[in-house]
């Protein structure tokens, strides 16, 4: 079953990757080349991640294994955001200092989409939970936008959090995302 499945960002989506430039970008996919275009990467480790916490957390008894998610996302507008931060007091002075960093970003109320491929589980795992339905998925997405986020910053500041804008099955007239 395929799926179309869009977000609306709710705070600040930065890049976590340093650069020597002194910004931080977003992940992304190779690309830039030929008719290939570059993706904004889908940390498939992470997304699994919070898929089974938020599987966990709302008790769904669905299988991870059967949602399959695409390498990357189509890049979105990006601006650049300047972020202040105080460093954890450190001895002998324990003393915290303020610093910034410079970050590529998605702003808020934007929305970025994707297709999302839920399978059948392998012939082996018939014992396994079944996969999750559309409102399963629905469900599980809005917690981690809720409670997680896409920012590896996320988690403890806040950013990168967002909630469903939009899911849908996927036919055989349906634009490409």
Same mark, same amino acid.
């Given at each position: 079953? !395929? ?9 600040? =989506? ?11 970008? =977003? ?16 940390e498939q480790e992470v997304w699994r991640w919070a ?6 957390? !709302? ?14 996302? +189509?890049?979105?507008?990006?601006? !650049?955001?300047?972020?202040?931060? @105080?460093? $954890? ?17 998605? +702003? ?6 994707? +297709? ?5 589980? $392998?012939?082996?795992? @018939? ?17 981690i936008g809720e409670y997680i986020g896409l920012s ?26």
């Open positions: 079953m !395929l799926y179309n499945i869009k977000f609306r960002i709710t705070s600040k =989506f930065l890049g976590s990757k340093n650069t020597n430039q002194g910004i931080w970008r =977003f992940r992304t996919t190779p690309g830039n080349t030929g008719d290939r275009e570059s993706l904004l990467l889908i898929m089974l916490d938020a599987i966990e957390s !709302l008790n769904l008894g669905v299988d991870v294994n059967t949602i399959h998610l695409p390498p990357g996302i +189509r890049m979105p507008t990006l601006f !650049l955001f300047e972020r202040k931060y @105080r460093t $954890r007091p450190r001895p002998p002075l324990n003393q915290s200092k303020e610093k910034t960093s410079k970050h590529e970003m998605i +702003r808020e109320n934007s929305i970025l989409g994707f +297709r999302i491929n839920i399978s059948s589980p $392998r012939p082996s795992d @018939r014992e396994t939970a079944p996969p999750p339905t559309m409102g399963d998925l629905e469900k599980i997405y809005n917690h590896p910053f996320g988690n403890q500041f806040g950013y990168g959090r967002f909630h469903v804008h939009s899911l849908s099955r996927v036919t055989n007239d349906a634009p490409d995302l």
